[in-house]
Nanobody
Framework: EVQLVESGGGLVQAGGSLRLSCAAS????????VAWFRHALGKVREGVSS???????HYADSVKDRFTISSDVAKNTVYLQMNSLNPEDTAVYYC?????????????????WGQGTQVTVSS
């Protein structure tokens, strides 16, 4: 059974950094994509970044050059390094997974979801 567990959220000042982790048990074996989505209060949930088994990555325009997604297959974990954070990055961040390896940043592409971790950026 695929399970996704996020960690690493917290409170940080503007300009600071955080690294989120997604432990993706039973997912990172063959073809897969793991993505990060975020849901800010009063806004729709949006795709942030994704990584597939072949190393293909996607980023939302709003986080390019600030966020970096990476994976450690041996640890079944995907990371999201977030730098130069600003208050607009405040949201609950969710990890999502699927098993084709072709997904991008559309919510409907993902079958598995974690519970989310809160990221709050103070000004």
């Amino acid at each position: 059974e695929v399970q996704l567990v996020e960690s690493g959220g917290g409170l940080v000042q503007a300009g600071g950094s955080l690294r989120l982790s997604c432990a993706a048990s039973e997912l990172m074996k063959d073809d897969y994509t793991v993505a990060w989505f975020r849901h800010a209060l009063g806004k729709v949930r949006e795709g942030v970044s994704s990584i597939s088994q072949d190393g293909t990555t996607h980023y939302a325009d709003s986080v390019k050059d600030r966020f970096t997604i990476s994976s450690d297959v041996a640890k079944n974990t995907v990371y999201l390094q977030m730098n130069s954070l600003n208050p607009e990055d405040t949201a609950v961040y969710y990890c999502a997974g699927e098993e084709t390896g072709w997904a991008t940043l559309q919510q409907f592409e993902y079958d598995y979801w974690g519970q989310g971790t809160q990221v709050t950026v103070s000004s």
